[in-house]
């Protein structure tokens, strides 16, 4: 197993998720300028709200960097481990999150913890859909269209763009929590790592 | 590379189009520095698209990168030079890049329905960035793998162009190559921007440079960071301490002036504008000259930190005689003194300028409420002034010039009523 977790990248993970714990204190409620082409002006998006891609990015990078043809033929059970691996790291971000808002020193840090959920679940996905090259690609394309297109004039932002809500809509986290369990799904029935 | 293995295989030629409809519709929701039909302005607006055409062509370039990368190409013996090949593989990038950006700057001159050539300056500018960001996202795509590459190039590219517009102060922004604060009418685009945006786009292309040399070591990743940081950090020496927007004073060669006394000077994109205001001014002057106001020897749209006193400062914002007068009326005012801005002595001369304003309408012949009556305190204005104008010529003048005087000098009351 140690082996296993040396090529799932275990330290770059567990530092990428430090990383934005330090990024969410030091950015606090930082916006930055994005186009919303529905709206028609530009929109403040919060930077915590796109910094937990980069843990999806890390995930995506670490499923994929072991050899999938010697896995496929591996005894362990490497589509169980690799679903639980990611599972596992979403869930330490969202408890460095949780300790962040626990500790009261960053507001939007339930909002990326909540975020990095969905960004994890869209990545499995994202695997089964597109491979395992372009699916971060999709995951940063759904996100960019979300602020481009997820808010209009009269309404604070549709349904689907739940990565713009605020920490306390309940549907976000079940969106989220939605997407999580999808992409757990997808990735235990098949992977096309692995085929 | 033969046009239809692009169109097979290019992210950027399927996503091109989708591109530019972005960037076209990003060009039309920007607040443009000036509505009037001034091309600087509206290159620089359109111009502000890189934020999202640089991230965008970066992800192609690393993903044209991630084939070479995967092939493990660049490493083995070729005939043809490096940059033949890096260069056929962005092609398409670049085409798609500077595509959004034409298409960008065409529909913000069609929706301004101006016909001239957009700025050189901007435009050159703006293509740099966008090509060394293509460049970079390439070099990138090259040495790390798609998975990470790809939405790595976007993000920091994105992270680079956005963050410093969110921060202050204001000219952190000026280095990204994205001005859309850029100009007013009276305000050209400043060198010194221009040059900020080429040292980060020379120091991007180094760190490209860094990343594509062969044979790799993971120090050249430290090497193009380092690039990168140094070109960031000489790009904002350049620009600090400058003003909220990257501008200078325009060149006043290019006003175009109708004779006088006084003479009328507008920017040539005002030039219908300027045979009214002469009309006006020589209508209002000798009136303004018999009732013992200091007129200047022109009225002039140029703006500088420090104007001649024979010029009046103007703005001809359109062909209506009313506001032209109340244009005009304000450029009969000196200017406020150096001294109004620090703390050490009161001034008390922006309180006599709508005194004087209203004054100076009334005697120009207008409804003495068509300065008043857009004001807070309108009916005291117009109470002042019509006690003001009951006085003798004599009295009138002495007025005008306790309160021009107030207006020059800090620490002088002014005699806002004139039973004061």
């Known amino acids: 197993m140690t082996l296993w977790l040396r090529v799932r990248r275990v330290h770059a993970c567990v530092a990428v998720v430090c990383a934005l714990a330090v990024s969410l204190l030091l950015t606090g409620n930082l916006a930055l300028p994005i186009p919303s082409l529905r709206f028609g002006s530009t929109l403040a998006l919060p930077f915590a709200f796109l910094l937990p891609l980069a843990v999806a990015i890390i995930v995506a990078y670490a499923l994929g960097a072991g050899d999938p043809r010697a896995e496929a033929v591996a005894c362990r059970p490497m589509r169980l481990l690799d679903t639980a691996y990611a599972l596992a790291v979403a869930a330490l971000a969202l408890g460095a999150c949780g300790l962040l808002w626990v500790a009261d020193v960053s507001a939007p840090a339930p909002a990326a913890g909540r975020n990095t959920l969905g960004y994890v679940g869209l990545t499995l996905i994202g695997r089964r859909l597109v491979g395992p090259h372009a699916a971060p690609i999709l995951l940063v394309g759904f996100v960019l269209f979300t602020a481009m297109f997820g808010v209009r004039p009269g309404v604070e932002r549709d349904w689907w763009a739940w990565p713009l809500a605020d920490a306390s809509d309940s549907l976000s986290w079940l969106f989220a929590g939605a997407l999580l369990l999808l992409g757990a799904a997808v990735s235990l029935l098949r992977s096309d790592a692995y085929s | ?420």
């Open chain 2, 1 to 420: 590379m033969a046009v239809q293995t692009i169109l097979r295989i290019s992210p950027a030629a399927w996503l091109g189009p989708i591109l530019a409809l972005v960037a076209m519709g990003y060009a039309r929701i920007i607040y443009p520095a000036t509505y009037d039909p001034y091309p600087l302005a509206l290159t620089s607006v359109a111009g502000w698209t890189v934020s999202v055409i640089g991230p965008t062509v970066a992800a192609f370039g690393a993903w044209e990168g991630g084939r070479l990368h995967r092939a493990g190409w660049w490493g083995l013996p070729h005939a043809r030079p490096a940059v033949v090949v890096a260069g056929a593989s962005l092609a398409p990038v670049l085409v798609a890049g500077l595509g959004a950006l034409g298409a960008a700057i065409a529909i913000r001159f069609a929706d301004a329905g101006v016909l001239a050539w957009p700025d050189l300056r901007v435009v050159g500018v703006e293509t740099c960035v966008v090509t060394a960001q293509a460049l970079l996202g390439f070099a990138i795509g090259l040495r790390l793998r798609p998975v990470v590459a790809v939405p790595a190039a976007f993000l920091l590219m994105f992270t680079w162009m956005a963050l410093p517009a969110a921060i202050l102060p204001v000219w952190l922004d000026f280095p990204t190559g994205a001005w859309a604060g850029c100009c007013a009418i009276d305000s050209d685009l400043a060198p010194r921007a221009v040059a900020s945006a080429i040292t980060v786009v020379v120091s991007f292309l180094l760190a490209a440079l860094a990343l594509l040399r062969q044979p790799f070591a993971r120090i050249q990743f430290g090497l193009a960071s380092l690039a990168a940081a140094l070109g960031i950090a000489t790009g904002l020496w350049l620009v600090r301490g400058m003003d909220s927007n990257p501008t200078v004073p325009r060149d006043p060669s290019v006003l175009v002036c109708a004779p006088g006394p006084p003479q009328v000077c507008v920017w040539p994109e005002h030039r219908s504008r300027l045979a009214t205001a002469a009309r006006v001014v020589a209508k209002v002057a000798p009136t303004w000259q018999a009732a013992g106001v200091p007129l200047p020897a022109r009225f002039s749209e140029e703006w500088s930190e420090v104007l001649p006193s024979s010029t009046g400062r103007v703005i001809i914002w359109s062909d209506n005689e009313e506001e032209i007068v109340l244009s005009l009326a304000r450029g009969v005012l000196p200017p406020v003194p150096p001294c109004a801005l620090k703390s050490e002595v009161p001034y008390f001369g922006f309180e006599s300028r709508d005194y004087v304003i209203a004054w100076l309408v009334d005697v120009a012949g207008l409804p003495p409420d068509r300065y008043a009556s857009t004001h807070v305190n309108g009916d005291e204005l117009l109470g002042t002034v019509a006690a003001v104008r009951a006085l003798p010529p004599e009295e009138q003048r002495a007025w005008l010039a306790g309160n021009l005087a107030a207006m020059r000098a800090c620490g002088v009351r002014p005699p806002l009523e004139p039973t004061q």
